[in-house]
Each structure stands twice: as structure tokens, then as C-alpha cells.
């Protein structure tokens, strides 16, 4: 059987499946739906990498507590430096179903600010639920301030020709950043998480 051609979701596709629970994204706005796409938020925790301790990053062992959490009270900024890279996250906890994937793109006025959203990771698997994090990376030559709530990135949304065997998540998967609620460092290299019987 050849496989049928995926497509990305319009906006009352998306709205629809959100409304029937079928895609989850909490706190949901419809004002943030776009053509094609959700807006999301920045959220309130940051992860900032501890330059002054760690003199390199070995693949092959990756070094434990390579940054640590700043949370921003409300109405504070949070800044990010010229070259400065940092990890944030969403505001919205996002939940896909099996048969459907997701992509995180920057906003194109904050790229013409020079501002970056995600360096790779801009892939969400079917079954993946939590919080996204933020790959934030300031291009300029000159600080940029940010603010829990503003508008961060879009979500855009693909259906796969049929539902997946494995979601995100399945337990011999090892997805190590399922149901993430905070601006999650990387656990590349780490053993899987271990799961309740």
C-alpha cells in the first residue's frame, strides 16, 4: 500500500482537533491561531550555562549540572547577551496524538531582530506532551530583553500517513524529556528515564 501524502493542519483543522481534545495545548487562546500555525508564549524559567566552570563538552561525557534554572518574576526580563546562548521554554504544554507531529519555527520579527528560537531541535514527536524548550540564541551586538508571556514561536502541525507503533514516550523508547514542565538542559548521553510498573 503506498503511503498518503501527509498535510500541514490550516487553522480550523487545528482549532477543530484542539477543540475535540485531540491535540492539547494549555493555556489555549484561539486569538493565537494562525493560517497555519499557533503562536506560543515564553514561559518563565531559563537555563543558563555555567561558561565560568566548564572548559569544554565531551560527547562522550557530557558533564552533569552544566547550567542551572533562573526563574523571572513577573513583570522582570530576563537578558540574553550578544552570542549568548541560553534555554527557555514554552508557556503552553503541549499534547500530540500518535498520528500527529509538530514543528517550532521563530517568529520572523524577532529573526529580524536577530534573535534565534531553536538552534535543531525544532522536531515533536506523535505521543510527546510537556512544555517546549527554547534553544534561545541572541545574534546581535546588543542585549535583548525578554519577557515571560510575549509572543515566542509558532507551532505548525503535520499528520503521518498512519498513527505511530512507538509514540514519544513509549517505554522502550528511553524519551527522556517527556512530560518536562521547566527549560530542560540536555540529557544527551544519560541513561533512560527509568518508568513505574
Not at 38 to 63: A, E, K, Y
Not at 96 to 110: H, N, T
Not at 165 to 194: C, K
Request: include cysteine.
Amino acid at each position: 500500500m503506498t503511503p498518503t501524502a501527509t498535510s500541514v493542519l490550516s487553522d480550523g483543522t487545528i482549532t477543530r482537533l484542539v477543540e475535540e481534545g485531540r491535540i492539547k495545548i494549555d493555556p489555549w487562546d484561539p486569538a493565537l491561531v494562525q493560517p497555519a500555525s499557533v503562536d506560543l508564549r515564553l514561559g518563565d524559567t531559563f537555563r543558563v550555562f555555567h561558561n565560568h566552570r566548564v572548559t569544554s563538552i565531551d560527547l562522550r561525557r557530557p558533564p552533569e549540572n552544566l547550567t542551572e534554572e533562573v526563574r523571572i518574576a513577573e513583570g522582570d526580563s530576563f537578558v540574553i547577551h550578544p552570542g549568548e546562548f541560553a534555554l527557555g521554554r514554552t508557556l503552553e504544554w503541549v499534547e500530540l496524538p500518535p498520528d500527529i507531529v509538530a514543528r517550532i519555527e521563530g517568529k520572523s520579527s524577532l529573526g529580524r531582530l536577530g534573535l534565534i528560537v531553536h538552534a535543531t531541535a525544532g522536531f515533536c514527536d506523535p505521543g510527546w506532551n510537556g512544555t517546549l524548550t527554547l534553544e534561545l540564541n541572541n545574534l546581535t551586538r546588543v542585549p535583548i530583553k525578554l519577557y515571560p508571556g510575549v509572543l515566542i514561536a509558532q507551532l505548525s502541525f503535520m499528520t503521518l500517513d498512519k498513527p505511530a507503533v512507538r509514540p514519544y514516550g513509549s517505554a522502550d523508547l528511553g524519551s527522556h524529556y517527556q512530560g518536562q514542565r521547566e527549560a530542560t538542559e540536555s540529557r544527551y548521553g544519560s541513561p533512560p528515564p527509568t518508568r513505574a510498573a
